[in-house]
């Protein structure tokens, strides 16, 4: 089954804010990833966030992890126009196949 | 920085036509995936492939569906018969160890008419 939702499905935020977005899964994992799609373009990688890790930063990045209420959490900060995508948190299911399932995205549009 | 090589970016095929997508993973990357992204939708998972064999394949990965690595270098998905509801984006994935995170194509765009 699909697992790592994220919230909310859409964020329209003005250049220079911070976007907040979030991701719910339901069964243990070995990591999860952060990935940023450009409309109809490829996946992005991001950051992995590994189980025994609570917090991440890249560049203005951060990524946190909590593995008792099986969520996670990405901000970026000081947004770019640049930064309009969709967002997508992905979990591996099976950790000896390393296979990710995908939430749905958050769609994240930066107004000039 | 190493990539992952998708050929063709797009293409476009007649219904019931063969077609194969290709894909040059990162050289001493161990595991190699499809993945499909229809309009709109979910990516989903398709198939792993790991020392020269399908390692798990999804319910969507149906016999009109085969993975190959024919020659160490190239890993290749084949859709024997297309169908309308196979249009979509098509990713291909390489991984050294899921612990070290993945890297993704830049897709190519299958288009059935």
């Known amino acids: 089954s699909q697992q790592g939702e994220e919230d909310p499905q859409a964020l329209s935020i003005q250049e220079g804010e911070n976007a907040t977005m979030n991701c719910s899964y339901k069964?243990?994992?070995?990591?999860l990833q952060w990935y940023r799609q450009n409309s109809g373009r490829g996946l992005v990688h991001l950051i992995l966030?590994?189980?025994?890790?609570r917090e991440k930063h890249s560049g203005r990045l951060r990524v946190t992890l909590d593995t008792s209420k099986k969520s996670s959490s990405l901000l970026i900060t000081a947004s770019r126009a640049a930064d309009t995508a969709s967002y997508f948190c992905?979990?591996?299911?099976?950790?000896?196949?390393?296979?990710?399932?995908f939430g749905a995205g958050t769609t994240v549009t930066v107004r000039a | 920085e190493p990539e992952v090589t998708q050929t063709p970016s797009h293409q476009v095929t007649q219904m019931g036509q063969e077609v194969i997508l290709r894909c040059v993973p990162i050289?001493?990357?161990?595991?190699f995936y499809w993945y499909r992204q229809i309009l709109g939708q979910k990516v989903e998972f398709l198939v792993s492939?790991?020392?020269?064999?399908?390692?798990?394949k999804s319910e969507i990965f149906d016999d009109q569906f085969s993975v190959e690595r024919p020659d160490g270098s190239n890993f290749t998905l084949k859709i024997r018969s297309t169908k309308l509801e196979d249009s979509a984006m098509y990713f291909c994935?390489?991984?050294?160890?899921?612990?070290?995170?993945?890297?993704f194509g830049s897709g190519t765009r299958l288009t059935v008419v």
């Open positions: 492939f790991y020392n020269n064999e399908i390692s798990e």
């Open positions: 994935a390489s991984s050294f160890g899921g612990y070290y995170g993945y890297t």
């Open positions: 992905a979990t591996d299911l099976i950790p000896n196949d390393y296979k990710l399932s």
């Open positions: 050289s001493n990357h161990l595991y």
């Open positions: 966030i590994r189980s025994n890790e």
């Open positions: 069964t243990s994992i070995n990591n």
